[in-house]
């Protein structure tokens, strides 16, 4: 290894100090201009938080939720002057199935210009719900250490993104010829364990999603962000070449014929997947009670609930939704003095509150953004009929129906 004379390269670093330290200045400047928009952007359009009343009887499949997310779906923020004068940013949701002292309640937060688009997307899907605008439940929690125990889980996918999780379509749920007593719901386990939370509790599935799109300068990337599907045709290939069940026979091409059964269904999922609207993901857990009466056990709960959306077969072929970062640390000595743990408590609550992950204050906060398509989202986030039977599970007491025609005046 030829040695490094220590002047003559201090000396480069000086002379060539106007070029990189003005590169340096520019890329600073530009970041927190962008970042002080954004802010102000982000302010000025307000946000509303609704709370989606359920009738007793849904008669909708999710497929019915799948439809709403689709007209929800925008990935255009504005125009370029928009976005870097005036610091627009694409508009995110907060999808919610949120325990407040064990009674379950659905939510979707979101801008205020957008509310009646969001209103007309569910009543087009569910003209049976009643959509209300509500005091926002999060803003009552405040962090304090030594009263309140705050828990909180981001999340990830156990494979890449163009491998969709078990879904509603999986689970058979796209039949609307069955029975209550033979629907297999997935959503059930979340809304029982929600159900079983006591008073002063609040537990919450807080799933933020933004329209997913190939990314570039319109967001402020140097290097652009390829589409998810970009990935399906690795992921079938690695299926079909080192993933199949039975060896292909040395001198001849791999074919589906080697997969199992389970893995062309899983190449047949990637495939219909690939043709959705797709948005950018993170679902949140999140846990606050009382020291005295938390519970101990209440991110292992959260996370249980929700093993079923991961696909557990012979091959584990399809994808899972599984935990990322934990608030607290495995040994007291990576916090000693509780610190940082604190500091995560309260990042946290605070992210929590503001839904915020894609953008200012906490953009990317404890985790990367994943991609679902709309049927892995309606799969996460649907209205439930007869098949939940969670006594907990916020309901309207009686379906509304228009008069009949004839009526005399």
């Not at 209300?132 to 909180?152: C, N, Q, R, S």
């Not at 916090?335 to 839904?355: M, T, V, W």
């Amino acid at each position: 290894m030829p040695d490094i004379d220590l002047a003559v390269t201090l000396r480069f670093i000086f002379v060539s100090a106007p070029f990189w330290l003005t590169i340096l200045l520019i890329s600073v400047f530009f970041h927190t201009w962008l970042n002080y928009k954004r802010r102000e952007f982000i302010r000025e359009k307000g946000n509303v938080l609704l709370e989606i009343r359920l009738p007793k009887d849904i008669q909708k499949t999710p497929a019915a939720m799948e439809m709403a997310l689709e007209g929800m779906w925008e990935d255009v923020p504005g125009t370029n002057p928009d976005v870097y004068l005036k610091g627009a940013v694409r508009n995110w949701f907060s999808l919610e199935i949120v325990s407040i002292g064990g009674e379950v309640k659905f939510f979707i937060w979101t801008r205020t210009d957008w509310r009646k688009i969001l209103e007309s997307r569910i009543y087009a899907q569910y003209p049976g719900v009643e959509i209300h605008e509500v005091e926002d439940y999060a803003l009552d929690i405040i962090f304090d250490p030594t009263k309140t125990k705050i828990g909180g889980i981001t999340t990830k996918l156990s494979k890449e993104d163009a491998i969709p999780i078990k879904t509603y379509i999986d689970f058979g749920l796209d039949k609307t010829d069955k029975e209550q007593e033979q629907i297999v719901d997935p959503l059930v386990p979340v809304l029982e364990y929600l159900g079983s939370r006591q008073p002063g509790e609040i537990a919450a599935m807080q799933i933020l999603i933004q329209a997913h799109r190939g990314m570039g300068k319109q967001d402020a990337k140097l290097i652009p962000k390829e589409h998810f599907t970009k990935g399906v045709k690795d992921a079938i290939k690695k299926i079909v070449e080192t993933e199949a069940y039975f060896e292909h026979r040395e001198g001849f091409p791999a074919s589906t014929l080697n997969l199992t059964k389970t893995q062309g269904e899983a190449i047949a999922s990637i495939e219909r997947n690939a043709g959705k609207h797709a948005y950018d993901t993170m679902v949140r857990l999140f846990y606050a009670a009382p020291i005295e009466i938390a519970d101990k056990m209440s991110t292992a709960g959260l996370v249980g609930s929700m093993r079923q959306f991961s696909y557990v077969g012979s091959n584990n072929v399809l994808n899972g939704i599984r935990p990322d970062k934990f608030m607290g640390f495995e040994f007291s000595w990576q916090d000693p003095f509780g610190i940082k743990s604190s500091r995560n408590q309260r990042e946290h609550l605070d992210a929590y509150k503001r839904r915020s992950f894609f953008n200012v204050p906490y953009k990317h906060l404890m985790g990367k953004p994943y991609v679902l398509t709309i049927e892995e989202l309606a799969t996460l986030f649907h209205f439930p009929g007869l098949a939940a039977t969670t006594p907990t599970l916020a309901r309207v007491p009686s379906k509304k129906a228009e008069a009949p025609a004839n009526l005399p005046i």
